[in-house]
């Protein structure tokens, strides 16, 4: 009876879930460094790499077209709609670009591929986690962040940046089409705005989010897959791979919102 009074102490409660969280930080922090040193190992996995570039990226571009064409499309009659008020609808090409480059572009992007390859690699990792297939390959003295692990991380970081930056340009066509040919604004009008207000620094922004989401969506979605078994309350078998999943991509979905604000913040 007293034990059972002391579990349901919210202050031990408290500290449990606190210790839980720290050891799960931690877990995730070496998990992340042997990632990244496997990236270094030999024999590189070079076909396997190329596999899963061709998984993320190319898999990920009809997806990433059409979000792209709509939000384009959106912002141009949004924006035509807003800046007409004002007489300004000169400047729905700087409007439309600097929204996209900057901040659409990149965070569009990297949900789209948290959503449909994230999702894919955190429940692979947790089948073969569940299965063994994991603990077959240390036992054959087989690297599984070499082997598995890495070659996902390279893709992705690959990957993403050049979808975002087919995201931008196909966005920006659609913004033209949306105010250009269906709205009326002068197209010479839409290119020089856009010319004029873009910026280097405005491009190496957008790269540098894209960068940091693409390493926080792989980090978390092969990191929950891998220690499936570790986290609390995901349940056991397929059960556990499905919350698991579902938890990698809402985690990897608020993470990118987060880090966009402080990078915008830090670097704008």
Known sequence: MQLLSVKNNPLVRLGDATLYTLNDLGRMALFLLQSIIGLFRRPFRFAEVIKQIHFVGAGSFLVIFFTAISTGMVLGLQGYYSLSKFGAEGMLGSAVSLTLIMEL??????????????????????????????????CMAIDPFRFLISPKFLAVIVSVPLLTVFFDLIGIGGGYISGVLLMGVNPGSYLEGMRSSVTNHDIWLGVVKSFVFALLVVWI?????????????????????????????VMSSISVLIFDYLLTAILL
Do not use: N, W
């Open 221 to 249: 979605s092969t990191g929950r897959g891998y220690f499936v078994l570790q986290i609390r309350g995901a349940g056991f078998g397929a059960e556990s791979v499905s919350r698991v999943t579902t938890q990698a991509v």
């Open 105 to 138: 572009g990149p965070v569009l992007t990297a949900l789209m591929v948290a959503g449909r390859a994230g999702s894919a690699m955190c429940a692979e990792l947790g089948i073969m986690r569940i299965s063994e297939q994991i603990d077959a390959l240390e």
